[in-house]
């Protein structure tokens, strides 16, 4: 009976082992650590981008240029020549102008993109379109890039300024875009004037 009872303790531990060992939080298939967070870095994961983009140019230039010119020619030797009065041409030249240029932009959004493809060294590449429409209008924001995986944040985020090869395209269409647009008119007019 004792036998019986050791063997039958025996069991039950192993029941409760195999047990608690199916319930565990970690699974030996994950292949994130327990120690590092969740960052995108294979085919079909998801990024998240941050877009900070501003640009700002200037341009100036002067010109001032100026040319005097005098010539004169006397009376010469012989008795014809000597005759001849004297001649003389004075004149100048004048050019002043100035010009200047400037241009400022800024683009700042948040988006999700999806990993495409892994690259031999391990570098992301990544392709997301956000759309949104209000009403009629409707905004589209298409980016695509490469990520190194060190420029990637702990949070899973990626500023674009650091997307190597970034094309960022943001588009407009509805009623409050077209308002934007110069009319047939006024494209004529500018052509003609």
Same mark, same amino acid.
């Given at each position: 009976?004792?036998?019986?009872?050791?063997?039958?303790?025996?069991?039950?531990?192993?029941?409760?082992?195999?047990? !608690?060992?199916?319930?565990?939080?970690?699974?030996?298939?994950?292949?994130?650590? +327990?120690?590092?967070?969740?960052?995108?870095?294979?085919?079909?994961?998801?990024?998240?981008?941050?877009?900070?983009?501003?640009?700002?140019? !200037?341009?100036?230039?002067?010109?001032?240029?100026?040319?005097?010119?005098?010539?004169?020619?006397?009376?010469?030797?012989?008795?014809?020549?000597?005759?001849?009065?004297?001649?003389?041409?004075?004149?100048?030249?004048?050019?002043?102008?100035?010009?200047? #240029?400037?241009?400022?932009?800024?683009?700042?959004?948040?988006?999700?993109?999806?990993?495409?493809?892994?690259?031999?060294?391990?570098? +992301?590449?990544?392709?997301?379109?956000?759309?949104?429409?209000?009403?009629?209008?409707?905004?589209?924001?298409?980016?695509?890039?490469?990520?190194?995986?060190?420029?990637?944040?702990?949070?899973?985020?990626?500023?674009?300024?650091?997307?190597?090869?970034?094309?960022? #395209?943001?588009?407009? #269409?509805?009623?409050?875009? !077209?308002?934007?647009?110069?009319?047939?008119?006024?494209? +004529?007019?500018?052509?003609?004037?």
């Amino acid at each position: 009976m004792v036998r019986t009872y050791v063997v039958a303790t025996i069991a039950s531990l192993v029941a409760l082992m195999t047990t !608690s060992c199916a319930e565990s939080l970690w699974q030996a298939s994950s292949q994130n650590s +327990l120690y590092s967070d969740r960052k995108a870095s294979r085919v079909g994961d998801i990024l998240t981008v941050l877009i900070v983009e501003s640009a700002s140019s !200037s341009s100036s230039a002067s010109t001032d240029a100026k040319k005097d010119t005098k010539t004169e020619v006397g009376p010469g030797a012989g008795p014809i020549i000597k005759n001849i009065p004297a001649l003389s041409y004075e004149g100048g030249d004048q050019l002043k102008a100035s010009g200047s #240029t400037t241009r400022t932009s800024k683009f700042v959004a948040k988006m999700t993109v999806t990993v495409k493809r892994v690259t031999e060294n391990g570098n +992301l590449e990544i392709e997301g379109t956000r759309v949104v429409q209000t009403n009629r209008d409707k905004e589209e924001i298409k980016l695509t890039g490469i990520v190194r995986p060190e420029d990637i944040t702990p949070d899973n985020c990626v500023y674009s300024t650091a997307i190597a090869n970034a094309q960022i #395209t943001h588009t407009g #269409t509805g009623p409050v875009s !077209s308002r934007q647009k110069e009319g047939i008119i006024t494209k +004529l007019l500018r052509i003609l004037f």
